[in-house]
């Protein structure tokens, strides 16, 4: 079955310093999306992808879609302490429109 | 309603007992998926339902776990014989469906088992 793997599990980051979050697919997807977890809260979606090599900024976030549509990462410069939560890809393979496999996360940490 | 809305938030059951948990989409919403979370892990999938279609139940862990979905509106979830190791926060999400796959999620049903 499609193994999505997100690499690091948790990152710790100073405040201020840029940070990037990978996730890794087993097999080629159709889109991919990346959700936001604040402690205590539910995943807010952030961006899909759908073009192969797509990428897309959201003010200081930036996501890439690999060009193999394989893999995908987030880019976060001048990390804030807003930017605390965990973020998870969401993958949807080729052959099963509308059943997303989350990766395990990336757990960001912020120090001031 | 404005969002997804899950009942009951937080539920305590005693081992081997049954519980329900309860899902009201977005109107308008044709997508509904249960996921699991447990304690600072990931989103692990439970089932699908898309319009009148049959649901994709692949991620069920056992036959103890069963959903229904009423419709294009209300689910509910259902695990007979509850263990501890089903102790985890429940979410539903539900997308627009025909093509629209944005997931928008319910705070979920934290589910204690002792």
């Known amino acids: 079955g499609q193994q999505v793997m997100q690499i690091p599990q948790y990152q710790h980051v100073q405040e201020g310093e840029d940070f990037t979050t990978y996730c890794n697919s087993s097999?080629?997807?159709?889109?991919i999306q990346w959700y936001k977890q604040r402690p205590g809260g539910h995943p807010v979606f952030l961006i899909q992808?759908?073009?192969?090599?797509e990428v897309k900024k959201q003010k200081r976030l930036t996501f890439q879609f690999g060009e193999a549509k394989k893999n995908s990462s987030l880019h976060i410069t001048a990390t804030q302490t807003t930017d605390v939560g965990t973020y998870f890809c969401?993958?949807?393979?080729?052959?099963?429109?509308?059943?997303?496999?989350f990766g395990a996360g990336t757990q960001v940490v912020v120090t001031p | 309603g404005a969002g997804v809305s899950q009942s009951p938030s937080n539920k305590v059951t005693e081992k081997g007992k049954d519980v329900e948990l309860r899902c009201d989409p977005i109107?308008?919403?044709?997508?509904l998926y249960w996921y699991r979370q447990r304690l600072g892990q990931g989103l692990e999938f439970l089932i699908y339902?898309?319009?009148?279609?049959?649901?994709?139940k692949s991620g069920l862990p056992s036959d103890r776990f069963s959903a229904e979905r009423t419709g294009e509106s209300v689910s509910t979830l259902t695990i007979q014989r509850t263990q501890q190791e089903d102790s985890a926060v429940y979410l539903c999400?539900?997308?627009?469906?025909?093509?629209?796959?944005?997931?928008?999620f319910g705070n979920g049903t934290r589910l204690t088992v002792t």
């Open positions: 969401a993958a949807v393979p080729t052959d099963s429109w509308g059943k997303f496999q």
């Open positions: 109107s308008g919403h044709t997508a």
């Open positions: 992808l759908v073009k192969s090599g």
């Open positions: 097999t080629t997807l159709s889109n």
């Open positions: 339902f898309q319009g009148n279609s049959a649901p994709d």
């Open positions: 999400a539900s997308s627009q469906g025909h093509g629209v796959f944005t997931l928008h």
